[in-house]
């Protein structure tokens, strides 16, 4: 077993696949959004920061090492997030509803979502039981390039959803069926008044 030699080094390059997963699911959604088109709606927003904050436990767990702090924090996310997209896979559950935004593998983001949440709380309750650091270690670890590398492209999706819920948004509420990023169309808006007079 991965934890039989080296224990640290075990939970390292698991907690990197759970930010490496949870990093692909929030580019995966980026992506979605970009190429076709499909804003993401309030508690598709809440959702990602819930994955936001679970990924931030797992990049803890890398960091300063394995604690149960670390896992608590990304169940209490993750827990989070289970509600978001509970309440909305329920908003879309009536016969005929099509749902919000095109499905993935058959299956809506949010649906997806509901059991990204759920696979975490498994993940985080079987580290808690087979991770053998007991108590908070906050001294820095080593990290591998590899793991460097995940935690890089873990903060550069966080950034990408910042700046694109900035541009959906603004520093207000957002809609609830969002059809254009505000403040492009203000900055339009804006350059076409200038313009014309």
Not at 41 to 46: G, V
Not at 110 to 125: E, H, L, R
Not at 129 to 147: E, F, I
């Amino acid at each position: 077993m991965i934890f039989s030699r080296n224990p640290a080094r075990g939970s390292r390059i698991l907690n990197g696949l759970a930010l490496l997963g949870i990093t692909g699911a929030l580019a995966m959604a980026f992506f979605w959004q970009i190429v076709y088109d499909e804003l993401p709606c309030p508690l598709c927003l809440l959702q990602r920061v819930a994955l936001l904050l679970a990924g931030v436990g797992f990049l803890l767990n890398m960091r300063l090492g394995p604690s149960p702090m670390h896992y608590a924090m990304s169940i209490a996310a993750a827990l989070g997030g289970m509600l978001a997209s509970g309440r909305q896979v329920l908003l879309h559950i009536a016969p005929g509803d099509p749902g919000y935004g095109s499905p993935m593998l058959g299956l809506h983001f949010y649906t997806w979502g509901f059991i990204a949440f759920s696979a975490i709380i498994v993940f985080c309750t079987a580290m808690l039981a087979v991770d053998r650091k007991w108590g908070d270690n906050m001294l820095r670890k080593p990290v591998s390039l590899l793991g460097v590398l995940v935690m890089a492209l873990f903060f550069l999706m966080a950034l990408a959803n910042v700046g694109s819920t900035t541009l959906e948004c603004g520093f207000g509420p957002c809609p609830d069926n969002p059809t254009s990023y505000q403040w492009l169309d203000s900055a339009a808006a804006t350059s076409a008044y200038s313009g014309a007079g």
